[in-house]
């Protein structure tokens, strides 16, 4: 079973920055392709960035040039570094663990950005 917790979500102007975390129990986060997905109020969860276990990554066209996935296997923890955000970004960050068939979920993290 692995748990996972997000934090650093807010409240930020558009413009402004915010760093999501997620930490992840277990001994084999190493293994695992994690990822961060979004839901806005009314709307279907959406992709928004992955990394594999290699540190191969990949984002979702709306926020490239934005938004950067990082992990630290030492430290069981994956990262979104969110610049420039925009009043679209506003949605529920959840974090998203992947481990050959098991697939986990965060809680999730509110990120509201003002105009």
């Known amino acids: 079973q692995v748990q996972l917790v997000e934090s650093g979500g807010g409240l930020v102007q558009a413009g402004g920055s915010l760093r999501l975390s997620c930490a992840a129990s277990g001994s084999i986060f190493s293994r695992s392709v994690m990822g961060w997905y979004r839901q806005a109020p009314g709307k279907q969860r959406e992709f928004v960035a992955l990394i594999t276990s290699s540190g191969t990554t990949n984002c979702a066209d709306s926020v490239k040039g934005r938004f950067t996935i990082s992990r630290d296997n030492a430290k069981n923890t994956v990262n979104l570094q969110m610049n420039s955000l925009k009043p679209e970004d506003t949605a529920v960050y959840y974090c998203?663990?992947?481990?050959?068939?098991?697939?986990?979920w965060g809680q999730g993290t509110q990120v509201t950005v003002s105009s």
């Open positions: 998203r663990s992947v481990i050959g068939p098991n697939l986990y």
